[in-house]
């Protein structure tokens, strides 16, 4: 696998966020990731840049959230406060040795958490839209990520370099090519301002007007396949059912019905986890708005994983982001949460841009 590892990484490095001479690259990820960590320093380093390797303590956030009191999870760690404010590039792996390590800790801490570390957050968005900062998110296969997607850790792995076409000669090709038709489409919504979500107890209006959609082809989250807006704050009306679970944290909510006024969630309801749900949405009062409206694009990921890297990215997908929006969008809405929840949009479901039809039964129509 070593090869496979040298050039995942090297797409990491050279793609997904460019690695210049004289880059600080923070290079984030949990123990079980060390081969691909490793094999990105070496990438770094060949460009010039200066790796910083960051390794999380299998355990930590389970016992931080245990543990803090009020006072310590609302401190933000100085030494990490710098990082955000002088990185120039940032490459974030997971590696989890379980994704259910959160699922029973105190849903207040967490929400009291999340709101706390919106600095951080926001920073990031903030130097992003800026241009001073390139980052990306990714996945190394472990047993947990294998055992969340039903699948064995060989599926896995074959699955996820599928899904990031690393299983090609040239994987950045590739990615420029989906990057290319993307464009397009892209082009397209950006001289729309009103859409409508039509399927199974949905039919919701959102506007775009002002914004402006963004084209995802690899250089934030690795894989990807996805364009995206954040809605005007105040425009959200009428109602919309998520049929694909929704993770977060290591917890699930499903069957989740939210309805929308003048923006704002007025009434949601969850067929499992809703007392998770409600709490997170409840941590301030950006978590009631939208703050993102996306189309899944990624034809090598057709099934749920419990990932939202990899299943907000489905073919024949939508899905909308509570929370806090992307500044280079245009967005203004600012929480600590942003979760996203994925529709199934293959049956009997359709979307409108300015009462034009553009999407049908998960096919894109522009």
Not at 283 to 297: M, N, S, V, W
Not at 348 to 353: A, E, L, N, P
């Amino acid at each position: 696998m070593q090869d496979i590892w040298t050039k995942y990484a090297k797409v990491l490095v050279e793609y997904s966020v460019d690695v210049k001479e004289g880059d600080y690259v923070i290079i984030k990820g949990e123990q079980q990731a060390q081969p691909l960590m490793l094999a990105v320093y070496k990438e770094v380093l060949k460009k010039g840049g200066y790796p910083v390797p960051r390794v999380i303590l299998e355990g930590a956030g389970e016992a931080y959230i245990k543990l803090a009191t009020d006072k310590q999870l609302e401190q933000i760690d100085p030494f990490v406060r710098l990082e955000y404010e002088k990185a120039d590039k940032m490459i974030s792996i997971h590696a989890p040795f379980n994704v259910k390590s959160l699922a029973r800790s105190d849903t207040k801490k967490q929400a009291k958490r999340s709101s706390a570390t919106k600095e951080l957050s926001n920073k990031l968005l903030q130097r992003s839209a800026d241009g001073n900062l390139k980052w990306v998110i990714c996945n190394y296969p472990t047993n947990a990520l294998a055992q969340e997607g039903k699948m064995s850790l060989e599926e896995y792995q074959k699955f996820l370099i599928e899904a990031c076409y690393l299983h090609l000669n040239d994987p950045c090709a590739k990615w420029k090519e989906i990057g290319a038709q993307q464009q397009e489409y892209v082009e397209k919504l950006n001289k729309m301002e009103k859409f409508r979500i039509v399927g199974e107890k949905t039919d919701l209006i959102l506007s775009s007007k002002g914004r402006t959609w963004v084209n995802c082809q690899g250089t934030f989250n690795f894989p990807d396949g996805e364009v995206f807006t954040s809605p005007v704050e105040d425009s959200a009306e009428g109602e919309i059912y998520f049929d694909f679970p929704a993770i977060y944290r290591g917890n699930e909510a499903s069957g989740i019905h939210i309805k929308f006024e003048k923006g704002k969630v007025v009434h949601a309801t969850a067929e499992k986890g809703e007392d998770f749900f409600l709490s997170m949405i409840n941590q301030d009062e950006g978590a009631r708005y939208l703050g993102e409206f996306a189309i899944g694009t990624n034809d090598m990921i057709q099934e749920i994983t419990g990932d939202i890297l990899f299943d907000e990215k489905i073919g024949g997908s939508i899905h909308l982001a509570l929370g806090a929006s992307y500044p280079e969008t245009g967005g203004k809405n600012q929480s600590g949460l942003h979760w996203d929840i994925i529709k199934n949009m293959k049956n009997s479901s359709k979307i409108y841009g300015d009462d034009k039809l553009i999407y049908e039964n998960g096919k894109i129509l522009l």
